[in-house]
């Protein structure tokens, strides 16, 4: 992730407005109730529902889901972070989890290494982003897999995928590799501990949501330790409400992405039609947990949203449309983060198949998009500053802080 600067005055708060204390309701919250919680949620990885793909896949007979995960917890990197927002980065840093995996997989995506269910393996970017690009090829087919196992209903039986299946729903992982970044909850709940250790304002889950289970129950066996910080949920926005409200009581801070108003975009670049209205869905769930933004005395987020939007090249309308849907719902009650660090990434480049993308965005197009908020009355935000496109930013997948 790229760092974040309050370059206009319209896109700063006061001082009043960030360093009110607020306490983190999630220490309040009885060890009764973690119980009931993560006794829930282990029961559902047999046919898992958990994000709005809906595979229905038996994740713990070693089946993947959409996401290319099985039951198992895989950790990519675990370290400080000070790249995101400043009230999540502050001073000190963000402790940032980044895992394996992703039930979107858009194609553009620039944590490409991981998102991807090969991570660990021998397998290059290269080809990865290849498996990325088939799926969206075959994005009729998948749209109509998530038609036909609506949430709440059992899916059909899962089949067995081959290398060229639009998707990985019902293959076996066989990956032995993938091993070297498997860890127990109880590791989780340690490394949550250390980055405590170390400093960090917050913990902050990168691409979580299949994973929330595992999650669940190590903020319970941390908290039993005396763990004691914010948790940040840092997500796609492609979520189901009712996985939302498992994280009742466990999530502070909301960091969601919202990346498309047009579900012809949404179905072109993440194979997902349905995402703007799964995304806004999801988004009122998160606020009916957290509401509006608060913060501690040193201005670091303790409760709230940052609505994340990633502007794509000459795609205006669309980001326009996005900031539009968010402020009229919300007004300034949650953050948004406006971004321009889009980077073809180079292995996407070498395909070409989507040319619209093979470029960054212009300073035009930006200004133009932070003009049109500050027009329609947005001053709770940040946006980026120049210098910010480039693929050194993505930070080294190399199992760092994971043991």
């Known amino acids: 992730m790229i760092k974040i600067t309050d370059k206009k005055d319209m896109f700063r708060r006061t001082t009043s407005e960030t360093q009110h204390e607020a306490k983190c309701e999630n220490l309040k919250v009885s060890l009764r109730d973690l119980d009931s919680k993560a006794s829930t949620a282990n029961k559902a990885l047999a046919n898992c529902m958990l994000c709005p793909r809906c595979c229905g896949v038996n994740r713990l007979k070693g089946q993947l889901g959409h996401c290319g995960s099985d039951a198992r917890l895989r950790v990519a990197r675990a370290a400080l972070h000070h790249w995101e927002e400043p009230p999540i980065s502050g001073w000190r840093g963000s402790g940032t989890i980044f895992f394996v995996g992703c039930p979107l997989h858009c194609v553009y995506c620039q944590n490409i290494q991981i998102s991807a269910s090969d991570f660990g393996s021998q397998k290059s970017t290269a080809v990865v982003s290849e498996t990325n690009l088939h799926m969206v090829a075959h ?27 639009p998707n990985l729903q019902g293959t076996m ?45 190590a903020i319970k ?17 492609y979520e189901r409400p009712e996985s939302i ?7 502070d801070v909301f960091l969601t992405d919202f990346k498309y108003a047009s579900a012809a975009l949404a179905k072109r670049y993440s194979c997902a039609s349905d995402y703007p209205e799964v995304a806004f869905a999801a988004l009122q769930a998160m606020y009916a947990q957290t509401g509006a933004c608060t913060f501690n005395s040193d201005g670091i987020m303790t409760k709230g949203i940052i609505v994340r939007h990633l502007m794509l090249p000459g795609q205006l309308q669309d980001s326009k449309a996005v900031i539009k849907k968010v402020f009229q719902e919300f007004d300034n009650n949650v953050c948004l983060s406006l971004m321009n660090q889009y980077t073809p990434m180079p292995q ?54 994971v043991y």
């Open 139 to 165: 994005c009729d087919d998948l749209d109509s897999q998530v038609a036909l196992t609506a949430c709440g209903s059992p899916s059909s039986k899962a089949t067995t995928a081959t290398s060229s299946s």
């Open 173 to 217: 992982l066989t990956h032995e590799s993938h091993d070297a970044h498997v860890i127990s909850e109880q590791q989780l709940a340690n490394i949550f501990l250390n980055l405590e250790k170390q400093g960090a304002h917050n913990i902050n889950l990168v691409t979580p949501t299949h994973y929330l289970y595992s999650i669940i129950a």
């Open 221 to 237: 066996l941390a908290r039993l330790e005396g763990f004691n910080l914010p948790i940040v949920y840092n997500t796609s926005g």
């Open 245 to 251: 409200a498992l994280l009742t009581n466990f999530v």
């Open 348 to 401: 996407f480049l070498q395909k070409n198949r989507f040319p619209e993308l093979c470029r960054t965005v212009s300073e035009y197009e930006y200004d133009e998009l932070i003009e049109y908020a500050l027009d329609l009355g947005v001053s709770n935000s940040f946006m980026q500053e120049e210098g910010t496109v480039d693929a050194s930013f993505v930070p080294a997948f190399d199992g760092t802080g």
